[in-house]
């Protein structure tokens, strides 16, 4: 043991110099604590990704939003908008994962969405806030499918076959896309009648690979040994975009838009429309008046069934002189106000005879929504369709105003009335069904999440699909419950309302509309829709459009846009090496 060193003996200056040079080595003892250990691991270096390892396939896939959040689904090139579009999440998500690797994507401005190479296509264009729980789109995505051999014909001739060497490699003039490779097989689908078929191009040899099929794509399983995509794409998108399945086999020639041969959509909303009052806060209502916030949910219905059929629509949409639309019949298969089950517990008070119109039975509020299957739809048509029926309902136009707007001859220009609000559309469901199928059944194999043994984790595992719905729907639950449970509180406050009464000059001096919204619109004394302002017609917006745009005429802009749309797009040339 060191001997023990007696300081009371030592002098002040060379106390001192013990404690200086005992604070050197602490300061030097800390500094090596400080410094950053040496690794023996290797730095993680990202290795460069070579798409042209890769084989590809068309696939289709059902998507869900929740539409508030986002600036409508379609991205317009060069068009800014104040809050993302689900195309442009979607492509991001794409590219981070790197199912697709778009032309020249590291050279677009940001913001900008790049879709050649993929053969993308999109059922339906949903607007500003609009929700979608079918919404589908097709494109051609990375896949595990080996790629076939390509061998030198001359060389095998003298030294047989190659063991394992010769894979395919080709550059892209432009850049990587997703494009079908050349030589390649489709993958081939048992509800089409499309087979396989190798990929054309001016640099395409088929008859250079190495017999029909390699003993690895023999045993390659197209949907069991293919690449998750639901699960991959849900890991990068945020909660309020999910992936609900994909479909390995579209139907022949698919076309999201045009093999689309029916659109769903559904339109929510609460009976009673809006909060109602007391009798007495009321001037002027009496058992022949519809009160406020209640619908006469029959007429409603009357009206709707007035929908269906093949019908002109254009006093039932927004005009956009920049399409050109010269034919506004689209035709509705079915029409109706559903009463749906409401997920939340209904407000009571509602239900008191104080708030109840004239006559009528106890009951609780409900939910019901706006169904609606069609063909096709135009520019805004539903939300015009339902602003015409919650007038209806609301008393302010009988249901023959349907019959009226229908009617071309007698109302060939639209009254100005305003549309319903975008938040409670949805956009339910889009229908593949073979072509001559009259029932519409459609016939898209898809893949939902967790389907297939051993991929239930995918669905109910954690950080599964239902976990992140959970999240999504529990923080507007807690929403919900908080705005409903301090409505019910404040109603029982102060005085009943069987007791208020209305001070002297303070009648009602506003109607209130309703249009889907959280509140209603006041608009002051209701002026009914046939006497509203009308429109330009959808002829006159066509030709100022055009000639606004440098055209002589709209039958000019047509001949121009049809002959632009219809130029031979650019082809990918595939550079053998």
Request: glycine share 8%; hydrophobic share 30%; aromatic share 10%.
């Amino acid at each position: 043991m060191a001997e023990k060193t007696d300081y009371s003996v030592w002098s002040q200056a060379k106390l001192i110099e013990r404690v200086t040079e005992l604070e050197r080595e602490l300061k030097e003892k800390n500094r090596s604590l400080l410094l950053p250990k040496k690794s023996y691991k290797r730095p993680h270096v990202e290795k460069p990704f070579d798409p042209l390892k890769y084989n590809t396939r068309l696939i289709a896939l059902r998507l869900a939003y929740l539409g508030k959040n986002y600036n409508g689904f379609e991205h317009h090139s060069g068009n800014p908008t104040p809050l993302p579009t689900i195309e442009e999440v979607l492509w991001k998500a794409l590219n981070k994962v790197k199912l697709i690797f778009p032309d020249n994507s590291h050279t677009l401005p940001p913001g900008e969405i790049n879709w050649e190479g993929t053969e993308y296509s999109k059922c339906g264009r949903t607007d500003k806030g609009v929700n979608a729980f079918g919404q589908v789109i097709g494109l051609r995505l990375r896949s595990n499918r080996p790629l076939r051999k390509k061998v030198d014909t001359e060389e095998q001739e003298i030294n047989g076959p190659p063991d394992g060497e010769g894979q395919i490699e080709e550059t892209f003039e432009d850049g990587f896309n997703t494009s079908l490779r050349p030589g390649e097989m489709e993958t081939s689908s048992s509800l089409s009648s499309q087979s396989a078929r190798p990929a054309e191009g001016p640099e395409s040899d088929a008859s250079n690979l190495d017999g029909p099929e390699s003993e690895a794509e023999s045993r390659f399983d197209p949907i069991a040994d293919e690449i998750p995509y639901a699960t991959l794409l849900n890991r990068v998108l945020p909660p309020d975009i999910r992936i609900l399945a994909w479909c390995p086999f579209p139907t022949d020639n698919f076309s999201a838009r045009f093999s689309c041969r029916e659109r769903r959509y559904r339109y929510i909303f609460t009976q009673p429309a809006f909060s109602p009052i007391p009798h007495k806060l009321e001037h002027g209502a009496d058992a022949n008046t519809t009160k406020d916030g209640w619908l006469d949910i029959e007429a409603m219905r009357e009206a709707a069934k007035m929908y269906e059929g093949l019908h002109d629509f254009r006093n039932f949409c927004k005009v956009d002189g920049g399409k050109q639309i010269t034919n506004y019949e689209r035709r509705i298969f079915y029409s109706n106000i559903e009463e749906v089950d409401d997920q939340s517990p209904a407000l009571k008070y509602v239900s008191g005879t104080d708030f109840l119109p004239v006559g009528s039975e106890d009951q609780t509020p409900k939910v019901y929504t706006f169904t609606l299957h069609g063909s096709a739809f135009l520019w805004h048509q539903v939300r015009h369709m339902v602003a015409i029926l919650f007038l209806v309902g609301q008393g302010l136009e009988k249901p023959s105003i349907v019959t009226e707007l229908l009617d071309i001859e007698k109302t060939p220009r639209r009254p100005g009335y305003e549309m319903a609000q975008d938040t409670p559309l949805v956009l339910w469901d889009c229908i593949f069904p073979h072509e001559d199928d009259l029932g519409r059944k459609d016939v898209m194999p898809w893949i939902y999440a967790g389907d297939g043994p051993g991929n239930a984790d995918t669905k109910f595992g954690a950080g599964g699909l239902m976990d992140s719905l959970w999240s999504t729907w529990r923080e507007r639950k807690i929403d919900e419950m908080l705005a409903g449970t301090l409505l019910s509180l404040v109603v029982s406050q102060g005085d009943k309302p069987a007791d208020f009464i209305l001070g002297e000059g303070k009648a009602r001096k506003s109607q209130k509309v309703f249009d889907g919204g959280d509140t209603p619109r006041s608009q002051g004394v209701y002026v009914p829709v046939m006497k509203k302002p009308l429109l330009e017609s959808p002829d006159a917006i066509n030709e100022k459009y055009a000639v606004r745009k440098g055209f002589e005429s709209a039958a000019d802009m047509r001949i121009q846009g049809f002959r632009r749309e219809n130029k031979p797009p650019r082809e990918t040339v595939f550079l053998g090496k």
